[in-house]
């Protein structure tokens, strides 16, 4: 029979806050966090879910191939640095392979914090 409350496959429970949707209460939690260190000027310019091109879109053989992108949960300014956070309770392969090549093309820029 059809469970229309499906149990979601990592455990993770989605939680709204404000009208934004996380995939994990963790995530919603250090939303909260990072919001109350913005009101106190701890951190400026916070963003949700800021986006990142870790390949270009390109052709092989006349065969078109989409970009690869990461996308982080948080981004942020601390004393004037940029900081990239990704918060997770469980790490997939492709998180991995992704944020390995993230750090190999902005790590000398940014500061990365996993939660």
């Known amino acids: 029979m059809f469970n229309k409350f499906k149990k979601s496959k990592y455990g993770n429970k989605v939680t709204y806050i ?8 963790k995530e ?7 919001l109350y260190e913005e ?13 990142y091109i870790l390949l270009n879109a390109f052709v092989y053989k006349g065969e078109p191939n989409r970009k690869i992108t990461y996308v982080a ?8 640095l940029l900081t990239v956070v990704d918060v997770k309770g469980f790490k ?21 914090k996993e939660i």
């Open 28 to 34: 919603a939690e250090h939303y909260l966090y990072l």
């Open 92 to 112: 997939t392969d492709i998180y991995k392979l992704k944020r390995k090549l993230f750090l190999a093309k902005y790590g000398h820029y940014v500061t990365f």
């Open 73 to 80: 949960d948080f981004e942020y300014k601390e004393k004037g």
């Open 39 to 51: 009101k106190i000027g701890n951190i400026t310019d916070l963003r949700l879910q800021p986006s």
């Open 18 to 25: 404000n009208k934004i949707k996380f995939d994990s209460k």
